[in-house]
């Protein structure tokens, strides 16, 4: 079976797998990293949004073989060690405000605001409820609102 | 007011002699183990006269009885590193019922809430019915014997700590985990966790702490699991690591209930990459394969002919045209005035974000599943009777939960992949793809509900509400219930959905005669109890119907309320979002506001909503998605008499506004010749982001009855209503079809051969 190399929560990683086998299941079901999780496997719940260099990205749609081994993917695991802390803001603001219930969608979601606080702070303008409108990240038990004061609070220590 | 009768809990000083005296036992361990052998209903205020069989005995009421026997089998657990743990009978999906449980502990014990461990019970079959977690009843049963159980043990730790410190018990206190004697002298529960242990069982009577005093209960306290779900680190079934699991996905038919015929390549699939193991089960043709990609490709590849399914044929048409012939007469008009009208409630899907899951490895002589179960007895039984065990070599782990909406009171993975184990020889980690939980899984059925009220003058005469509905599957042990306890219900010999339906509805206005009835069809599909089961629907026509009644005699809607509603409390939440919402304020043309009320499980809620129907904002471009009306904002208040933790009801309440917000307005599951269209989360448009109000507010009202009321789904019924209400306002029509957008197919369906999509490829493009 072909090799694949690629760079996983700040280590190099090498598997053996099929090309075409989506980076979700090469996280969950070779490496054993749970913390994305599957909603729906096409693209569209973004449970199992993760950073891929930096940006937010969804494994169920990336077939394994089009990573390079330069390329650093980052999962809710390895969130918090971007910024060398035991949490990251936004995994704090999320913790201030209780946002979670089930959980389950939860790490998609920390991983979707971080990328999102991120981009338009390069735009140089604050975070709107326009912006907010935009997460596509489905929440079953309905946590949107404490989702949304999370992120404008988490964007305020990013 | 012929309904305005009250339960007698303690009274409001707390100090009713007797009345927080309980019995509990310590047991035979080699550290502390208290255990509470019953707890009291002091609330069921049977023998006062009154037309609402819900105001002598509701649903919650039936299950907590039921559950008394055997609730003294709960343990709270005293370790030597100071931490306290209990196993709930329950199963936590999100509800926040861990975290309640932990603050119950912590309040009688006097132990900080971060050393109370508390884990998910396995099934456990000599508990009966005490293990079956549904109709917001947990916190409702639970209260008085978990409290129990941990005053017992707050009791032997300070005897222990007596004879160590050489006081008397009365001049020590227990603080913080810590028992102090009157000069300062300590020590921590955790060195007395084996010397206050008992060498025999042992019955003991305790004193649970006043109300008063409480200090942890009622306070606002964050999950007990947060951390673990903001790292990633919360287990869900799908993340355990079970030797040998490998992923296991399901070929399903393309109709509702199709059964396989025949499979024209299994040998083929069976050497595809990655692939195991082909097996034919019940439900389809299993597959195994060492990622779950490998196991959609093999799903895909399949060549399977199908026979029919149990909704062949049927569309949205053919099943109205069902429930319209079901339809029980409302009767001869009144020669009085009245108002009546008609509801239309589509199917909608109760799936929740984590799909139908479970670990099997089922052995020649045992098995073992894990999966998270709200009926966790009636599973480990079914799957015993399945597999040809005996129910004692079946072990049924009850894992964390991702959500369930009523979806976990059934087992359907769990049975899958207990066949498929055994089948195959091998464990087996079995998942449902998401087209799989859209088309096959359990949806809340579909319904009409008729009201007629008729008045007379500014005097209510009677209120007529005929809901007539595909029949939900209540199979999962709610019945078992129901059975043992018929002969005391107050409502005759009646079948158990319409036993449900009138042990969870009530008309809480002053409304002359009111009857409601159930009549229920077709049992042809996979349905099951949504969250909140009938209440949104059978309140929201009735709420609408206010409304109308309202119009009709020249009243606002919130003063008719206000003045037909029965009791204080109901109307103190009304006047409470009012107030907070402004209610009454100018809004432009195409805004409006709603207000609903609805009480349940001993609870009262009411709903302000404020709503955008302009085009444009209906019109609004989302990508895959629905726009729709806004709701731009939602007050909500909240009242379940005592709140065990503010914070996790808070939280609640704001799903069950998302809920009904998705009920009133996008989400609804479409039948087309014998299958649902929706199969993904871009075909069945639960709220997102885009339709939440960006301004939203909970108010939780201060202790009234003293006694925690259900929560878990209390708010759905008053926001669905609200939201509808108000967009009848905006609109100037009202909606008698839900949700309002189900005549409008927003979305392409996906092929039902192969069952399942193909993950997309092109991940890279997307990213942000």
């Known amino acids: ?158 | 007011m012929t309904g305005a009768e009250r339960s007698a809990p303690a009274g409001p000083d707390g100090r009713v002699v007797g009345r927080r005296r309980f019995l509990g036992y310590v047991l035979a361990a080699p550290i502390l183990v208290a255990a509470a052998e019953l707890g009291t209903a002091p609330r069921a205020a049977a023998g006062i006269p009154s037309p609402e069989p819900t105001a002598l005995l509701d649903l919650n009421d039936v299950m907590t009885a039921a559950a008394l026997p055997t609730s003294g089998l709960i343990t709270v657990e005293v370790h030597a590193d100071g931490t306290v743990s209990f196993a709930l009978p329950r199963a936590e999906v999100g509800q926040g019922i861990t975290t309640s449980t932990a603050v119950l502990i912590a309040e009688e014990l006097d132990v900080p809430l971060e050393r109370i461990r508390v884990s998910l019970a396995d099934a456990r079959p000599e508990l009966l019915f005490n293990q079956l977690t549904g109709a917001s009843n947990t916190t409702v049963s639970t209260y008085h014997p978990i409290r129990v159980a941990a005053a017992v043990a707050r009791g032997r730790l300070l005897r222990a700590a007596a004879i160590e410190l050489g006081a008397a018990v009365t001049d020590l206190t227990l603080k913080a985990g810590v028992v102090t004697d009157l000069v300062g002298r300590s020590i921590g529960i955790g060195a007395l966790a084996e010397k206050a242990a008992s060498m025999t069982t042992q019955q003991v009577s305790v004193e649970l702490k006043p109300r008063e005093k409480f200090t942890v209960i009622g306070a606002p306290h964050g999950r007990v699991d947060a951390l673990a779900a903001v790292t990633g680190r919360k287990k869900f079934a799908m993340d355990l690591d079970v030797p040998d699991a490998r992923p296991t996905m399901v070929c399903r038919p393309p109709t509702i209930n199709g059964k396989v015929g025949s499979v024209a390549n299994a040998d083929e699939v069976r050497g595809m990459p990655g692939v195991t193991d082909v097996a034919v089960i019940a439900t389809g043709v299993a597959v195994r394969a060492q990622t779950f990609g490998q196991c959609i490709d093999a799903v895909r590849a399949l060549r399977v002919d199908w026979r029919p399914g149990t909704a062949e044929g049927q569309s949205d048409e053919s099943v109205l045209a069902q429930l319209k012939a079901a339809e029980p007469p409302l009767g001869l008009p009144p020669l009085t005035p009245y108002v009546e009208e008609k509801f239309t409630f589509h199917f909608r899907g109760n799936s929740a974000l984590e799909p139908n899951c479970a670990v099997a490895d089922v052995r020649s002589d045992r098995a073992e599943i894990w999966a998270s179960l709200k009926s966790p007895i009636v599973a480990k039984e079914t799957i015993a009777a399945t597999l040809g065990l005996p129910p004692q070599a079946v072990t049924v782990h009850v894992t964390e939960g991702g959500g369930s909406f009523g979806r976990k009171l059934f087992f359907d993975a769990a049975l899958e992949a207990a066949e498929a184990s055994q089948k195959m020889g091998k464990p087996v980690k079995l998942m449902w793809h998401r087209a799989d939980d859209c088309r096959q899984g359990r949806a809340h059925p579909m319904a009409t509900s008729r009201v007629r009220i008729d008045y007379l003058g500014g005097t209510v005469l009677g209120y007529k509400q005929r809901h007539t509905s595909v029949a939900t599957d209540l199979s999962h042990g709610l019945g078992e219930v129901f059975t043992a306890l018929a002969a005391k219900l107050p409502v005759g010999d009646i079948g158990f959905s319409e036993t449900f339906f009138q042990l969870s509805q009530s008309t809480p206005y002053e409304f002359g005669v009111s009857t409601r009835l159930l009549n229920e069809t077709n049992k042809g599909f996979n349905t099951g109890s949504m969250r909140n089961v009938y209440s949104p629907d059978v309140t929201c026509a009735r709420e609408l119907m206010v409304d109308r009644l309202a119009a009709t005699m020249g009243k606002d809607p919130r003063r008719f309320r206000h003045d037909f509603l029965h009791e204080d409390r109901s109307r103190a939440v009304l006047d409470k979002v009012a107030e907070a919402g402004d209610w009454g304020r100018a809004m432009p043309a195409g805004t409006a506001q709603g207000i609903a009320f609805h009480s349940e499980y001993h609870s009262v809620s009411a709903a302000l909503v404020e709503i955008d129907c302009r085009p444009e904002t209906v019109n609004r471009p989302i990508r895959d998605g629905v726009a729709g009306p806004r709701v731009t904002k939602a007050v909500f208040a909240v009242d379940v008499g005592l709140a065990v933790n503010p914070r996790g009801l808070e939280a609640q309440m704001m799903g069950c506004v998302m809920d009904g917000i998705a009920q009133a307005l996008t989400s609804s599951l479409h039948l087309r010749d014998g299958y649902f269209l929706e199969a993904s989360w871009d075909n069945y448009f639960y709220t997102r982001q885009w339709n939440s109000p960006p301004d939203l507010r909970i108010i939780v009202m201060p202790t009234t009855t003293g006694e925690p009321g259900g929560a878990g789904e209390l708010g759905v019924a008053a926001s669905m209503a609200a939201v509808a209400c108000a967009y009848g306002r905006a609109t100037g029509t009202m909606p008698t079809t839900f949700p309002i957008n189900h005549g409008t197919l927003s979305f392409t369906p996906k092929p039902t051969v192969p069952p399942v999509p193909q993950s997309p490829t092109d991940g890279l493009n997307h990213a942000y």
Not at chain 1, 38 to 54: D, F, M, W
Not at chain 1, 84 to 110: K, R
Request: proline share 4%; hydrophobic share 40%; with cysteine.
């Open chain 1, 1 to 158: 079976m072909p090799e694949h190399t690629f760079r996983l929560n700040g280590e190099q990683v090498t598997v053996d797998v099929a090309d075409d086998v989506r980076l979700l299941w090469v996280l969950r079901d070779v490496l054993g990293v749970t913390g994305p999780k599957y909603g729906c496997g096409i693209n569209v719940c973004k449970a199992c949004t993760s950073h891929l260099n930096g940006r937010a990205v969804n494994p169920c749609a990336i077939p394994v073989k089009n990573l390079k081994p330069s390329d650093e993917v980052t999962t809710i695991e390895g969130l918090a060690a971007t910024v060398g802390a035991d949490l990251h803001p936004m995994q704090q603001a999320w913790l201030d405000e209780d946002v979670a219930q089930c959980g389950y969608c939860q790490p998609g979601q920390i991983m979707a605001a971080v990328a999102l606080v991120r981009k338009i702070a390069e735009e140089n303008r604050e975070i709107t409820d326009t912006d907010l409108d935009t997460i596509r990240n489905v929440c079953r038990c309905g946590t949107y609102f404490r989702i949304r004061e999370a992120i404008k609070a988490g964007a305020e220590k990013m």
